[in-house]
């Protein structure tokens, strides 16, 4: 089972996330997503656990919880949706598109 948990504090670490979570059971993987550049955490992770029970059980306990002076937002991750590809845009391309003179 694949959990989001969300509003981290900025200070968690991955093993403190794992330690939370491996009271209700077997934790395959933990994830805290950090920006690309600066290497910062943006706020959110994610946990897998092989057993969805315990998963569930993980959520109910700890979403809401306070960790590091913050309150969790722990539920079952979504798949991303599919998104378009491309940049979106106007597209265009060629001359004009400016004044004319």
Do not use: C, Q, W
């Not at 934790?27 to 706020?43: A, C, L, M, N």
Request: aromatic content about 8%.
């Amino acid at each position: 089972m694949n959990i989001y948990v969300g509003n981290l504090s900025f200070d968690m670490t991955e093993d403190d996330l794992k330690k939370e979570f491996e009271e209700f059971g077997e934790v395959e993987k933990v994830s805290i997503i950090k920006d690309k550049f600066s290497g910062v955490s943006r706020g959110f992770g994610f946990v897998e656990m092989p057993n969805k029970e315990d998963g569930e059980k993980a959520i109910e306990a700890l979403n809401g919880k306070e960790l590091k002076g913050r309150e969790i937002k722990v539920n079952e991750a979504r798949p991303r949706s599919d998104r378009p590809r491309g940049r979106g845009g106007r597209g265009g391309g060629g001359f004009g598109g400016g004044r004319r003179y």
